[in-house]
């Protein structure tokens, strides 16, 4: 019956005489994507929403949506943004702002059509581009990377309405996703149809159509996707699938019981580095997906150890705020968002937990783990540690705030160390964050939010008076935390000592880096080396020459790889910006050093500290 029913509600795209059924407010939303006709990596899109009853209506892009905490006006991707009415003439339609059009005479309105621009294409060409994994890619018949928020918009009061989403795809060509296909009478060669059942589903469903390069594995209860799109073959599906089936069946085993879906897609983009190439690498989470966004030019070893890194944070999402989350993610507003004040839980704690349980199951050792959150520590150097943390959250979409999001990756994974920690020591080692995960889960859950300013009351009910403490003190307070009190209760503590460097980088870590829009190159803002330091280089100096030597992202390889062959008395001639005043400065080369505090287990410890120290690593 299901068939059938979909068949009898889907709307056709050709103009036709309205009928008496086809309200609005009761058939599905019609969208169509087309890609096939491509030109200019643009894609058309018609949407058609049944007939409307009022004569003003208002359609919408996403500004921002759920996860990626930044303003992007996604309706800056549309071009030729047109609306038509039943006898498929054109009408009037506005641009109210940048991702709102208006449409008058709405009872004559039968659809509307547009093109959608790639954004990969513009990530080196704006200041703030689409996080990559939250963009899209449109290469024809090779490859079509698609974040549905950029596509597909909704309409007044038709959030909560399903969609029915059509895709016409170059033969051969096959889909990737978690969205539910569906089978419509009128089926099609080489399209596709996929029901969401509000539009929330439609932004939380991303979807990946290229030539099939999929394995699917099962992890307990869960069946598991990994599709892979890599333009020059360096890597597949099958070359890294026995990595990632280890790594999420390690990810199950510390979850235990929690439970939140029977499937989940990873939908893997390598970038092959050459114009038009991502630049924003990491994940994206959702639901029941994640998409990946990496550098094909990575040995393997690198690929897996990020993609360890970086899936196992996005599926441990489902925890939260997947599942326990605020009511301002629960009813989100795509334009005109209300940011929840509890990012330390939902990127911290998601993060913390990437991180503990390859320690938990074995897949890094102790002291790796050590040098993680060491690491940790020393970034967060790099943001205000005088910042209420949840005042941040709440604000982070608006200067100065916005500057601190990644501190969320820092810091906020710290908070949940140390929340850990308190539970683990109250509770003798029987209990720990994830337990207390466990149960805000069974308190609330993916349909029933918790009030912003009630969190940290619930939390504490739940577990100690200490953690209130500790919450109001350092997470709602603006007091830094001294993290050597909480290694002190499981017997680890710093020790530190002057390491070599490269002038320009620390190992994998670079002192310097591109600004996206300009190519400029500049220092960051970070713990410098003593040779930086000593020639008077200072964090965001760009630097325009090198020993007389243009400093330009053409040659910066070539000027990097030479400085490695400097010695102490080599003169270095540098030729900055620094804060719009060219400035020269010399200096010798020296032997470049930083400081590396690495947190490793005392030498004495008492029986309490081993106790802790093993329930927290491998309770």
């Known amino acids: 019956m299901k068939k059938i029913a979909f068949a009898l509600l889907?709307?056709?795209?050709?103009?036709?005489?309205?009928?008496?059924?086809?309200?609005?407010?009761?058939?599905?939303?019609?969208?169509?994507?087309?890609?096939?006709?491509?030109?200019?990596?643009?894609?058309?899109?018609?949407?058609?929403?049944?007939?409307?009853?009022?004569?003003?209506?208002?359609?919408?892009?996403?500004?921002?949506?759920?996860?990626?905490?930044?303003?992007?006006?996604?309706?800056?991707?549309?071009?030729?943004?047109?609306?038509?009415?039943?006898?498929?003439?054109?009408?009037?339609?506005?641009?109210?702002?940048?991702?709102?059009?208006?449409?008058?005479?709405?009872?004559?309105?039968?659809?509307?059509?547009?093109?959608?621009?790639?954004?990969?294409?513009?990530?080196?060409?704006?200041?703030?581009?689409?996080?990559?994994?939250?963009?899209?890619?449109?290469?024809a018949n090779k490859n079509y990377f698609l974040n549905l928020h950029m596509f597909v918009?909704?309409?007044?009061?038709?959030?909560?309405?399903?969609?029915?989403?059509?895709?016409?795809?170059?033969?051969?060509?096959e889909a990737s996703t978690s969205l539910n296909k569906v089978m419509l009478n009128d089926g099609k060669a080489n399209t596709d149809t996929f029901m969401a059942n509000r539009y929330f589903e439609v932004t939380d469903n991303p979807i990946?159509?290229?030539?099939?390069?999929?394995?699917?594995?099962?992890?307990?209860?869960?069946?598991?996707?990994?599709?892979?799109?890599?333009?020059?073959?360096?890597?597949?599906?099958?070359?890294?699938?026995?990595?990632?089936?280890?790594?999420?069946?390690?990810?199950?085993?510390?979850?235990?019981?929690?439970?939140?879906?029977?499937?989940?897609?990873?939908?893997?983009?390598?970038?092959?580095?050459?114009?038009?190439?991502?630049?924003?690498?990491?994940?994206?989470?959702?639901?029941?997906?994640?998409?990946?966004?990496?550098?094909?030019?990575?040995?393997?070893?690198?690929?897996?150890?990020?993609?360890?890194?970086v899936v196992s944070h996005e599926f441990f999402h489902i925890v939260t705020p997947l599942t326990v989350h605020s009511e301002e993610i629960q009813y989100f507003d795509y334009n005109n968002p209300k940011m929840s004040e509890h990012l330390w839980m939902y990127e911290g704690v998601t993060e913390y937990f990437a991180n503990l349980f390859q320690i938990n199951q074995g897949l890094i050792d102790e002291q790796a783990f050590y040098d993680r959150i060491a690491t940790k520590i020393q970034n967060s150097k790099r943001y205000n540690d005088s910042l209420s943390f949840t005042n941040m959250s709440k604000n982070v979409l608006v200067e100065p705030y916005k500057d601190e999001y990644g501190n969320v990756y820092e810091k906020g994974a710290l908070i949940?160390?140390?929340?850990?920690?308190?539970?683990?020591?109250?509770?003798?080692?029987?209990?720990?964050?994830?337990?207390?995960?466990?149960?805000?889960?069974?308190?609330?859950?993916?349909?029933?939010?918790?009030?912003?300013?009630?969190?940290?009351?619930?939390?504490?009910?739940?577990?100690?008076?200490?953690?209130?403490?500790?919450?109001?003190?350092?997470?709602?307070?603006?007091?830094?935390?001294?993290?050597e009190d909480f290694f002190q209760k499981v017997g680890l503590s710093f020790e530190s000592e002057m390491v070599e460097t490269g002038f320009f980088l620390n190992g994998q870590t670079p002192f310097i880096d591109v600004k996206p829009a300009s190519n400029d190159i500049f220092v960051r803002n970070i713990d410098l080396n003593t040779s930086m330091k000593a020639i008077g280089l200072k964090a965001n100096d760009i630097i325009k020459s090198v020993n007389e030597t243009p400093f330009t992202v053409e040659a910066i390889r070539e000027v990097v790889i030479g400085s490695m062959g400097w010695q102490p008395d080599t003169d270095v001639t540098l030729v900055i910006d620094r804060d719009g005043k060219e400035m020269t400065l010399k200096g010798k080369a020296g032997t470049p050093k930083i400081e590396d505090k690495k947190l490793t287990k005392m030498s004495a410890t008492t029986p309490t500290q081993d106790a802790l120290r093993n329930a927290w690593l491998k309770g």
Not at 454 to 483: H, R, S
């Open 208 to 309: 990946m159509y290229s030539r099939p390069d999929s394995q699917t594995f099962s992890v307990n209860d869960i069946e598991v996707t990994l599709s892979v799109y890599s333009p020059n073959k360096v890597y597949s599906s099958l070359s890294i699938k026995n990595e990632m089936e280890k790594m999420m069946q390690a990810q199950k085993t510390f979850l235990g019981d929690i439970n939140a879906t029977k499937k989940y897609n990873i939908l893997l983009f390598l970038g092959a580095m050459d114009e038009g190439s991502p630049t924003g690498f990491g994940a994206l989470e959702h639901h029941t997906s994640t998409t990946v966004v990496l550098p094909e030019t990575m040995p393997k070893e690198a690929l897996v150890e990020t993609m360890t890194d």
């Open 153 to 173: 918009g909704y309409f007044d009061n038709l959030k909560e309405h399903s969609y029915l989403l059509h895709f016409t795809h170059p033969n051969g060509f």
């Open 10 to 139: 889907a709307v056709g795209i050709v103009a036709c005489t309205p009928k008496v059924n086809d309200l609005a407010t009761s058939t599905p939303i019609d969208a169509s994507i087309d890609l096939v006709n491509v030109t200019n990596d643009k894609v058309h899109v018609t949407i058609n929403p049944g007939r409307f009853t009022t004569e003003t209506i208002n359609f919408y892009i996403p500004k921002t949506v759920p996860g990626t905490y930044s303003n992007n006006n996604y309706g800056e991707f549309l071009e030729n943004v047109k609306a038509y009415d039943y006898n498929n003439k054109e009408m009037e339609i506005s641009s109210v702002d940048a991702n709102t059009w208006k449409i008058n005479n709405a009872t004559n309105f039968d659809r509307i059509e547009y093109d959608v621009n790639d954004s990969f294409d513009t990530e080196t060409e704006v200041e703030e581009a689409v996080f990559s994994p939250a963009g899209t890619n449109i290469e």
């Open 416 to 483: 949940g160390m140390c929340v850990d920690l308190i539970i683990r020591e109250q509770s003798n080692g029987e209990k720990g964050i994830l337990w207390l995960m466990k149960q805000l889960s069974i308190e609330y859950g993916e349909d029933k939010p918790f009030k912003d300013n009630e969190l940290f009351d619930k939390i504490v009910a739940i577990t100690y008076p200490e953690v209130g403490t500790f919450l109001n003190t350092y997470v709602v307070g603006d007091t830094p935390i001294n993290y």
